[in-house]
């Protein structure tokens, strides 16, 4: 809050964000809304320290509600629109919220009292919540994904988000007043929060898109002389295609800024050449906050240097060591704050000495470069060997006719545990296996193929295994055998 008013005191007249509806908003526009959300929040009832979930696609009344409710003192906690209602009402008791606020278009998916989105303001605003604005004090809850378990709620506090907007601040130069950014992420998520608070904070103008196609997303960065975007991989592969398809150049884009889920080097290169911009992969984590843990920076987005596989070298203020199977663990200044009422799960997720256990496993090479080798749980141990799925799945996923694959463990009776992949593609299971034995150790290949349309995925492009796995374990006390 406060360096929005300090951007409205400097740059009132700036844009600070668009969408695709029409909605735009003037830095002192922005602030003015903020204010008169924040007094109806207060007039229905809304209350200082009350969580408060926020339900609705990308748009200026999501950011809007946003910091009106942190202007009123409350705690926002935004919520993914595509789950299902019964997933809803999971999350909504999680929080323990009495209300949602919400747009027209995702009321109906809840049961708990609604207030709107946006509206006729209401209200005088409030006095201003001076202890919720400090510093170390939760901004926002943000829920994890659930790829590979229940959703937990995490704090993410203030200066979380203005350290992160400070090293992004340090890296990217253009990153100043008056600097064209565009995003499609869900600002519900992660990534899209950084992406906010960055573009914002910074005295950039955002213009928001509620729905991603490529062709859209293209006929935004040229029509706006977009400088800066922040994307997933899957949405770079299909801007890339699409730029390449339309055979236009981007003269204007600066920066693509991409991370959240892993992207193959071919795909990576194939993109740099196409966009013809700088590229930087950020390596995070909902539960470290918007700061990244690693970064691999521009320079080392040139082919040659054969780093395109890595996740970079540490950020700003973080220990990264490697613990039991290579697990990453991190510590920072600004550490993860723990689950939001859940301390036997903040509990497994520190260690005694308080590093925070990733879930991913990792190896450092010999220049402090840190390359993500698979998630911890996506580790095969079969027959006494350990296989890690994304090397299998980096394989099978050069093969003819593959477009996409997920490796996982299922029970096996003599060996603990079998590698099986499913597939979206064409081809036969014979081939393919026969593709990974001239390629692979006997032990890594799988023993079993199946062939699907496509791979589930979550909001931000995450391949979710656990549906994948859950039939061939339903009715174990384990998920290892």
């Given at each position: ?27 002192a526009g922005l602030v003015a809304a903020v204010e008169r959300r924040a007094g109806g929040f207060t ?231 196409t966009l013809g911009c700088r590229f930087r992969q950020n390596y995070a984590s909902t539960e ?194």
């Open positions: 809050m406060h360096v929005l008013e300090w951007r409205a005191a400097v740059t009132p007249d700036a844009v600070a964000l668009s969408d695709q509806r029409g909605g735009s908003l003037t830095y007039a229905a009832g809304v209350a200082p320290g009350e969580v408060v979930p926020l339900l609705a696609h990308n748009s200026v009344d999501w950011v809007v509600a946003l910091f009106g409710l942190v202007r009123a003192g409350a705690l926002p906690a935004p919520l993914n629109w595509r789950l299902s209602p019964p997933e809803l009402a999971a999350l909504v008791a999680l929080t323990g919220a009495r209300r949602v606020v919400a747009d027209d278009a995702c009321a109906p998916s809840l049961t708990t009292a609604v207030l709107p989105l946006a509206g006729e303001p209401y209200g005088e605003a409030p006095e201003r919540p001076v202890e919720r604005l400090r510093g170390p004090e939760p901004c926002l809850l943000l829920h994890t994904s659930g790829t590979t378990g229940r959703a937990k709620l995490v704090p993410i506090s203030h200066e979380m988000l203005v350290a992160a907007i400070l090293f992004m601040k340090l890296e990217v130069p253009e990153a100043a007043p008056g600097a064209r950014h565009l995003s499609a992420l869900p600002l519900f998520h992660a990534a899209g929060v950084a992406n906010l608070a960055y573009s914002l904070l910074t005295g950039g103008n955002l213009h928001v898109m509620s729905a991603f196609t490529p062709a859209t997303f293209v006929d935004e960065l040229i029509g706006r002389r977009i400088q800066l975007t922040q994307l997933v991989p899957t949405l770079i592969n299909a801007v890339e295609a699409e730029v390449r398809a339309r055979e236009v150049t981007l003269p204007d884009l600066v920066e693509v800024v991409y991370g959240a889920s892993p992207i193959h080097p071919d795909a990576l290169a194939r993109a740099v050449r470290t906050g918007p700061l990244p843990i690693t970064t691999l920076g521009p320079a080392d987005h040139d082919p040659a240097r054969g780093r395109l596989a890595s996740a970079g070298r540490p950020s700003l203020g973080w220990e990264v060591r490697l613990g039991e199977f290579g697990e990453i663990q991190v510590r920072g200044a600004i550490s993860f704050p723990g689950y939001w009422g859940d301390e036997a799960a903040t509990g497994a997720a520190l260690t005694p000495d308080g590093f925070y256990r990733t879930g991913d496993i990792g190896a450092f090479d010999a220049d402090g470069y840190l390359t993500i080798v698979d998630r911890l749980k996506d580790m095969i141990v079969t027959g006494g060997e350990n296989v890690y799925a994304a090397e299998v799945e980096a394989i099978l996923s050069r093969a003819p006719g593959v477009r996409e694959v997920a490796v996982f463990g299922v029970p096996h009776e003599t060996w603990g545990e079998s590698v099986h992949a499913v597939v979206a593609g064409e081809g036969s299971a014979e081939d393919l296996v026969a593709w990974a034995k001239v390629r692979l150790a006997g032990y890594k290949c799988p023993t079993a193929i199946t062939f699907v349309d496509a791979l589930p995925r979550n909001a931000t492009g995450k391949v979710l295994k656990e549906p994948l796995r859950e039939p061939y374990w339903t009715g174990r006390a384990r998920r290892v055998s």
